[in-house]
């Protein structure tokens, strides 16, 4: 069982319909356990249940289990179809519904899993066995343990359960399960940045092969293609059937066609476009040429005429209308780019140089230099040359400013003297 997707949870989509007045509810219940492990219970008492409610089952042995309600209702009958089991074969039942000795026992027996796996894999190490203990479930009621693994053949296991059982003080199971059902148990995230299908929505597990790979037109790296299991990843024959479906419309065994000009080899096939390229030995540049085409310069060559030059009959309208898309990409993400403020920044400088170029500059006390007022421009020069009355008043108007400047500073000085000869007296008269 997985945090994510549960493909051991079930939609109930007749929960909320109404039944007839007469209607009698299907007395067979599916219960759900650790892994993907489900089985089919009576409800002799006709218990009330609802979905994801715990039970106290009947199992295989002796005493009894602790599982979850997955399925209630007409549901179970197609759950049985599907299945292939007919309700006569049913016969474990439903005892109970937990009470608070039940749920304490459960929980004691879950948490003892993780531990009693790493001891179980110690002792499998000592006694040199080449498997792989991979999950532990506990039964309900904490008198047995079912150890799934791994192997890749036959394993004696016989001394491993007489020291398990002196260890554990429990009925021991060992079951082998395969590569693919560690992984749905264990669940994980896969390459695709999903959890994994396995540990999901996926129930049987196809054989998956190479030449799935090969149809798709895949590189055959086994890195890429091998999931967490270490087997091909079942995806791969997702969408296989589309491929199959596309490549009844493209010729077999082609990898030539014979012209005058020389041997065109074959180099790439778009199934889905139904486009062919095909290139001459030495040439830089592909020819791409529609299927059909194709098939008729083959019928050609078994006959033995070989067409001309093929450069010039493969520019069809949707390979222009291809070389001139131009493909836009929008942001649609809502992030911002990393230099969205270097444009203000620089606005903010020029303006700011702008402004510094056009002030006048400042001497070190603060006050601004008069060199501009002292090299005044030449066509300053010049109207103040043909207009000496303006000189005149230019000047006058400068005097005019140094004596308004100096005013406040006297008057700052005379304030201040009296303030001290006040202060002197004051001390004198104390």
Not at 111 to 133: F, N, P, V
Not at 208 to 226: G, I, M, P
Not at 271 to 279: L, R
């Amino acid at each position: 069982m997985t945090s994510g997707c549960n493909k051991l949870d079930v939609y109930d989509w007749l929960s909320d319909m109404d039944m007839p007045s007469n209607y009698k509810p299907f007395n067979i219940v599916e219960i759900r356990f650790k892994g993907s492990r489900k089985d089919f219970f009576i409800n002799v008492d006709n218990l009330y249940l609802e979905m994801g409610e715990m039970v106290v089952v009947e199992p295989s042995t002796g005493g009894y289990d602790v599982g979850h309600v997955s399925l209630t209702g007409e549901l179970v009958r197609l759950q049985l179809k599907k299945n292939n089991v007919t309700a006569e074969s049913v016969t474990k039942k439903i005892y109970r519904k937990p009470n608070e000795v039940d749920v304490e026992k459960y929980n004691a027996a879950k948490d003892l899993e993780w531990e009693t796996m790493h001891k179980a894999r110690k002792l499998a190490l000592d006694l040199g066995l080449s498997m792989k203990i991979s999950d532990v479930d506990y039964q309900g009621d904490k008198t047995k343990a079912t150890f799934y693994y791994t192997a890749e053949g036959r394993v004696d296991f016989r001394e491993l359960i007489k020291k398990m059982a002196e260890a554990f003080r429990i009925r021991i199971e060992m079951r082998q399960i395969g590569m693919r059902q560690e992984a749905s148990r264990l669940g994980g995230i896969g390459s695709c940045g999903r959890e994994l299908c396995c540990s999901t929505w996926l129930t049987d597990f196809k054989t998956v092969s190479t030449s799935a790979a090969r149809y798709q037109n895949l590189s055959l790296n086994t890195l890429k293609l091998a999931g967490q299991c270490g087997k091909l990843k079942c995806c791969l024959n997702y969408e296989l059937d589309s491929y199959m479906d596309a490549l009844k419309d493209i010729p077999n065994n082609i990898d030539r066609i014979e012209t005058l000009k020389g041997v065109a080899y074959l180099q790439k096939t778009d199934i889905f476009k139904k486009m062919m390229w095909f290139s001459f030995p030495g040439a830089e540049n592909w020819i791409a040429m529609p299927v059909q085409q194709v098939k008729e310069l083959v019928e050609m060559n078994k006959q033995g005429i070989k067409p001309e030059a093929i450069s010039s009959a493969i520019e069809t309208e949707d390979i222009r209308e291809e070389k001139i898309v131009n493909y836009d990409y929008e942001n649609v993400v809502g992030q911002d780019s990393l230099t969205r403020l270097d444009d203000r920044n620089k606005r903010k400088k020029k303006r700011k140089t702008k402004s510094n170029n056009n002030a006048k500059p400042e001497n070190k006390n603060g006050q601004k230099s008069d060199k501009a007022e002292q090299n005044p421009p030449k066509q300053a020069v010049a109207k103040q040359q043909n207009n000496p009355d303006s000189a005149v008043t230019a000047t006058a108007g400068k005097e005019n400013k140094e004596a308004q400047n100096n005013r406040p500073k006297k008057r700052f000085n005379r304030h201040r003297n009296k303030n001290r000869g006040n202060n002197n007296t004051s001390s004198k008269t104390e």
